[in-house]
């Protein structure tokens, strides 16, 4: 081998476990994976939130992984209140409540039998929010839509608060109405409690916290990359399914917690 290839191989070394971080050691097996996805869909053309559209081929790919591997899927309530936690278990979850989670997701669920929790903004019919990276808005779940995917068992309903509002800006009052209406009116829906609350853009504070405590939430997750620990039941970290990502990365983030450094 001569020293020109062997430097190329080094440095191909180098640049694939700096882009993926094979080399960690994975955390242990008893530890839960929450997964963070937020749109089931192909990727728009020229749309800049497409790095949070995980294409239907591909979350099956995920889905059919996390079988094959004996993984169960709880919800997140459902995992929080087991008395023994049992190994490889995994919560999926879906920011924003999209459309798209019952047209592409709800089939690919029922086919795996995996359960899910989706934190809606019921106050909202599109993703307004983001209005200001993309032209147009994309559709939420329908009120039917909703009802369907409860119904089936699979799914749990928590809060993302009412209008996705963020958290650490808004004053004390619109806070608390937030957290109390949104809670409220998902329960109304599905007839069933609302336990769980998804910080809007992944921002909260020590105040925040506690305002999420006073509303009778039971768990909060955030955005945090990284494994969740349910000791802190109101900062549990998730593990963000990337639309871009490559299976490999899946691979690593579940067992790793991380793909890169």
């Given at each position: 081998?001569?020293?020109i290839?062997?430097?190329?191989l080094?440095?191909?070394?180098?640049?694939?476990?700096l882009?993926?971080?094979?080399?960690?050691?994975?955390?242990?097996?008893?530890?839960?994976?929450?997964?963070?996805?937020?749109?089931?869909?192909?990727?728009?053309?020229?749309h800049?939130?497409?790095?949070y559209?995980?294409?239907?081929?591909t979350?099956?790919?995920?889905?059919k992984?996390?079988?094959?591997?004996n993984?169960?899927?709880y919800?997140?309530?459902?995992?929080?209140?087991?008395?023994?936690?049992p190994?490889?278990?995994l919560?999926?979850t879906?920011?924003d409540?999209?459309?798209?989670?019952?047209?592409?997701?709800?089939p690919?669920?029922?086919k795996?039998?995996?359960?899910a929790?989706?934190?809606?903004?019921?106050?909202?019919?599109?993703?307004?929010?983001?209005?200001?990276?993309?032209?147009?808005?994309?559709?939420?779940?329908?009120k039917?839509?909703?009802?369907?995917?409860?119904?089936?068992?699979?799914?749990?309903f928590?809060s993302?608060?009412?209008t996705?509002?963020?958290?650490?800006?808004?004053?004390?009052?619109?806070?608390?109405?937030?957290?109390?209406?949104?809670?409220?009116?998902?329960?109304n829906?599905?007839?069933?409690?609302?336990?769980?609350?998804?910080?809007?853009?992944?921002?909260?504070?020590?105040?925040?916290?506690?305002?999420?405590?006073?509303?009778?939430y039971?768990?909060a997750?955030?955005t945090?990359?990284?494994?969740?620990?349910?000791?802190?039941?109101?900062?549990l970290?998730?593990?963000?399914?990337?639309?871009?990502?490559?299976?490999?990365?899946f691979?690593?983030r579940?067992t790793?917690?991380?793909?890169?450094?």
């Amino acid at each position: 081998m001569s020293f020109i290839t062997l430097t190329w191989l080094t440095l191909l070394f180098i640049f694939s476990s700096l882009r993926f971080a094979w080399w960690r050691i994975p955390p242990s097996l008893s530890r839960p994976r929450i997964l963070m996805y937020h749109m089931i869909e192909p990727h728009r053309p020229d749309h800049q939130l497409n790095a949070y559209r995980v294409s239907p081929d591909t979350f099956e790919l995920h889905l059919k992984w996390i079988t094959k591997n004996n993984w169960t899927t709880y919800t997140i309530s459902e995992y929080q209140i087991l008395n023994k936690k049992p190994k490889k278990s995994l919560c999926l979850t879906f920011d924003d409540g999209f459309g798209s989670l019952f047209t592409n997701a709800f089939p690919l669920l029922k086919k795996y039998n995996c359960k899910a929790t989706i934190y809606l903004v019921p106050d909202r019919q599109t993703n307004v929010w983001d209005l200001g990276i993309e032209k147009d808005g994309t559709s939420l779940l329908t009120k039917e839509q909703i009802q369907e995917l409860s119904h089936s068992g699979l799914v749990e309903f928590g809060s993302h608060t009412a209008t996705h509002a963020d958290l650490k800006q808004a004053d004390i009052h619109r806070i608390k109405h937030e957290l109390m209406a949104s809670k409220k009116k998902i329960e109304n829906l599905v007839n069933q409690p609302c336990r769980s609350f998804a910080y809007p853009y992944g921002r909260f504070t020590k105040q925040s916290i506690s305002w999420v405590k006073e509303a009778a939430y039971k768990t909060a997750v955030t955005t945090r990359p990284g494994i969740a620990d349910f000791n802190n039941p109101y900062q549990l970290n998730r593990i963000n399914m990337h639309g871009f990502d490559t299976f490999f990365d899946f691979y690593l983030r579940l067992t790793r917690g991380k793909n890169k450094l």
